[in-house]
């Protein structure tokens, strides 16, 4: 079979990536060392010094900011384990200390046996930030003027303007750091402070994106890995590279799908507020018909409803972005409420609502996907699946198509990416999480993973919402604690469901 172009360039990233994959010896010069202090309601803080290039340990370095909850019980305490909650782009200092406590997500019985560390991964919040802009301001104004997801032809070339602008403005602003953030660095990282701390092998927790930084480590260092959850997961070649030579011919959230897997989550909102009756706002009456209404409404012009505050301008753009909002079940009163409140709209005088932008998740976020994958560069081929994919998914399909749009136009490159293989042999069976029924990492999605890996075991809850931190089920923590203590697997036929229907 001919190869082409884009093969070429994905068989040239593969021989990189394997010439990378090789563990080489770490020096005593080179060694990472964790100093903790106290910071604050039981949490401690440190920081590691770490290579900016791995390919030249001996040059200019960086600091990761690094936090640790200890274990409850020191006479039971098992060793670390390390959490990275997704994103990429969230602070994991932040995280934790909202997150560490929430009994779905770690219980007591977990807390007391692990340390439980998290850190800001290099290019961001306190790790070498990537900055695309001089002040605050400036990065306010830029994305409070940023065009909002195109619903039409008309809506495209602006959109595409913008994207072309951040990335350029990255290119230009955030400095060295802006070539080696890829994933397959940050996973390099992660062995500093699995080395740091003392320990042998590696015990983590990886969720959503933090699941594709998990399956690199565990493809870089096989031999290193005591237990791996991966909690709402990646399908990680598709990632990476897609398959075959669709990397650079289908947008990367399209060759993923995950347009079904919104679809089938909104399928299982509006079930449930059926089902739920009055409890649910947007009950009431044939419920896809109501919706289908509100989109239609929506495409013809903005409907302004009276919030909390004053009127509230809602586009299209706008309203079938909340689909994002799905990954939360606790979100979803809100979001039927919102709905009816939609349905029920009259014209009224209207002032554009929006959320200031403060952090850089979002040019962290495009700097390392857009390092870690390919993209399609022709604005053509995304125009022209925002309207096959409006066609095949309605009121979704296009927003896969344009959720990673500077990635289009992305100039700098981490050579160090990694694109495979992704079948290591890793000295633990590694546990694969997922609900059913979720947004953002979809079941079937997460069924390819599993299958991108040499050994994994994939567990499902039947419920929905994107990982068990935003679905919390205790049975599937339970689940996930007796693998990471004991290494014990789900019993055959063991079922885990959500703790609660989201509507009370």
Not at 8 to 22: E, G, I, P, Q
Not at 40 to 53: H, T
Not at 114 to 143: H, K, Y
Not at 417 to 432: C, D, F, H, K
Request: net charge negative; with cysteine.
């Amino acid at each position: 079979m001919p190869m082409t172009a884009g093969g070429v360039v994905a068989c040239f990233a593969l021989a990189a990536s394997l010439a990378t994959s090789v563990a080489l010896p770490v020096s005593a010069a080179q060694e990472a060392s964790l100093t903790w202090s106290d910071c604050g309601d039981g949490f401690e803080c440190s920081s590691v010094s770490v290579p900016v290039d791995y390919d030249n340990p001996s040059g200019s370095r960086i600091d990761l900011a690094v936090i640790k909850l200890p274990a409850g019980d020191s006479a039971k305490r098992i060793g670390t384990l390390f959490v990275n909650f997704g994103g990429p782009g969230a602070s994991g200092l932040q995280r934790l200390r909202e997150r560490a406590k929430w009994p779905w997500l770690f219980s007591d019985e977990l807390r007391s046996r692990f340390d439980i560390v998290s850190w800001d991964p290099r290019g961001i919040a306190n790790s070498a930030a990537v900055r695309c802009f001089d002040t605050l301001a400036e990065q306010q104004e830029f994305f409070a003027e940023f065009p909002e997801m195109p619903v039409d032809l008309a809506g495209e070339a602006p959109f595409y303007e913008k994207s072309k602008e951040l990335a350029y403005r990255c290119e230009q602003q955030a400095g060295p750091v802006l070539k080696h953030v890829s994933t397959a660095n940050t996973a390099r990282d992660l062995d500093m402070l699995r080395r740091a701390v003392g320990e042998e092998k590696i015990s983590y927790h990886g969720i959503s994106y933090g699941t594709h930084l998990g399956a690199i480590y565990a493809n870089l260092f096989p031999n290193r890995i005591r237990a791996m959850v991966f909690d709402g997961s990646m399908a990680f070649a598709g990632n990476a590279v897609g398959r075959g030579d669709s990397g650079f011919k289908v947008p990367l959230d399209t060759r993923q799908d995950v347009s079904r897997g919104v679809a089938e989550t909104h399928e299982q909102f509006l079930k449930l507020c059926a089902e739920s009756g009055p409890k649910c706002a947007f009950s009431g009456g044939d419920l896809k018909a109501k919706y289908a209404a509100i989109a239609e409404r929506a495409k013809l012009g903005p409907i302004t409803i009276e919030g909390d505050e004053g009127p509230e301008t809602w586009t299209w753009s706008g309203i079938s972005n909340m689909a994002w909002d799905y990954a939360s079940v606790s979100a979803w009163p809100d979001l039927a409420k919102l709905y009816q409140r939609l349905y029920d709209a009259r014209d009224t005088a209207a002032r554009k609502s929006g959320e200031p932008y403060t952090s850089n998740r979002s040019e962290a976020f495009n700097a390392i996907q857009c390092s870690d994958s390919n993209f399609p560069t022709d604005t053509a081929i995304y125009s022209t699946y925002a309207m096959s994919e409006d066609q095949r998914i309605p009121y979704f399909g296009r927003l896969s198509v344009f959720d990673m749009m500077s990635c289009a136009f992305w100039s700098a490159k981490d050579t160090d990416r990694y694109t495979g293989p992704w079948n290591r042999r890793t000295s633990a069976e590694i546990l694969v999480l997922n609900n059913r029924y979720d947004p953002s990492t979809p079941l079937h999605g997460a069924i390819d993973g599993a299958k991108d890996l040499a050994r994994a075991r994939i567990f499902v809850t039947e419920g929905y919402g994107h990982s068990t931190m935003l679905a919390p089920s205790t049975c599937t923590e339970q689940v996930k604690r007796e693998y990471l203590i004991a290494g014990k697997f789900p019993a055959a036929g063991k079922v885990c469901k959500l703790d609660a229907n989201p509507f009370g």
